[in-house]
Nanobody, 119 residues
Framework: QLQLVESGGGSVQPGGSLRLSCAAS????????ISWFRQAPGEEREGVSC????????NYADSVKGRFTISRDNAKNTVYLQMNSLKPEDTAVYYC????????????WGRGTQVTVSS
C-alpha cells in the first residue's frame, strides 16, 4: 500500500504555469529525498529537480533554473513543483521519486502526470 501519486498536470500555452503535486500514502516522506524527473516520447528520462528530506537543499537542471521551484510540506506529506514560464520543450510526463536517505533499497516512483505546452 506504499504509493506516490502525481497530480496537477495539464495542457497550457507557452508562458503559462502549472503546479505539480506529489503525495505519499502508506509511508511518510520525512526521511526521503524527493526528485522530479520527466520523459518526453522517444527521449531518455532526465532529472528536473530535487529536494532534501528537510527541505534545506534544492537542485535544478540548468534548463529549468529560474522558472521552476521545488518545495515540500512534510506535514501534508506532499512535495510540489511550481512551473512558470513554460516552454514547448517542457512537454513530457513528469514523475516523482522518493529515495530514503539512509538506504538505496527503499525507493518509490509515481505513475506520472502529463504536461503539455503548446500554442
Amino acid at each position: 500500500q506504499l504509493q506516490l501519486v502525481e497530480s496537477g498536470g495539464g495542457s497550457v500555452q507557452p508562458g503559462g504555469s502549472l503546479r505539480l503535486s506529489c503525495a505519499a500514502s502508506g509511508f511518510t516522506l520525512d526521511y526521503y529525498d524527493i526528485s522530479w524527473f520527466r520523459q518526453a516520447p522517444g527521449e531518455e528520462r532526465e532529472g528536473v529537480s530535487c529536494i532534501s528530506s528537510s527541505g534545506g537543499s534544492t537542485n535544478y537542471a540548468d534548463s529549468v533554473k529560474g522558472r521552476f521551484t521545488i518545495s515540500r510540506d512534510n506535514a501534508k506529506n506532499t512535495v510540489y513543483l511550481q512551473m512558470n514560464s513554460l516552454k514547448p520543450e517542457d512537454t513530457a510526463v513528469y514523475y516523482c521519486n522518493a529515495q530514503r536517505v539512509t538506504s538505496f533499497r527503499y525507493n518509490y516512483w509515481g505513475r506520472g502526470t502529463q504536461v503539455t505546452v503548446s500554442s
